[in-house]
């Protein structure tokens, strides 16, 4: 088998408190509920359309360690600048903090680029459209945005 015969299913990633991050990913990010235990322990869901995008496992206290080993951020493909956009719109009106200000490209010169923020439990998150964020200067010199230094 080669890698270019592989491709993502669906990241998991481990919650805190696993009715927020469900409302915060569903709100965010459009994402329905596939399925789900919320009762006892081993609790979890799976977030996606069709298919399973995200399995939440509530297992987990305290907040995401950038300075551990593991996930460093985790990125959504937007189609359009416009997509990104209105994410960003809707991440405004949650309250929740974007790293930088507004959509940003992905370095300088670059088309590509987002928005660049965390979930509640405080994991990186990006989304990006491939072409049209030119419009604003990099925030980041020398190194990529998506890198959140």
């Given amino acids: 088998m080669t ?14 408190d696993l009715p927020r991050s469900v409302a915060f990913y569903r709100e965010i990010f459009g994402l329905g509920l ?29 907040a995401f360690d950038t300075r551990r080993p593991g996930l460093h951020h ?16 809707a991440l405004k009106a949650a309250g929740v903090e974007l790293y930088y200000d ?4 992905h370095g300088e010169g670059a088309a590509s680029g987002g928005v660049f923020f965390t979930d509640p439990d405080g994991t990186r998150l990006e989304i ?4 049209g964020a030119d419009t ?6 020398g190194a990529p945005t ?3 230094f």
């Fill in 74 to 89: 985790l990125s959504f493909e937007a189609p359009d600048i416009e997509t990104v956009r209105r994410a960003e719109a």
């Fill in 34 to 62: 596939i399925g789900e235990k919320t009762e006892g322990e081993d609790r979890f869901a799976f977030l996606g359309d069709d298919d399973i995008v995200l399995a939440l496992w509530e297992q987990s206290e305290g």
């Fill in 102 to 105: 507004g959509v940003v490209p």
């Fill in 128 to 131: 990006y459209a491939p072409t």
């Fill in 146 to 148: 998506c890198g959140f």
């Fill in 3 to 16: 890698a270019t015969a592989l491709k993502t299913g669906h990241v998991g990633i481990n919650v805190t």
């Fill in 136 to 141: 604003a200067p990099a925030p980041v010199k």
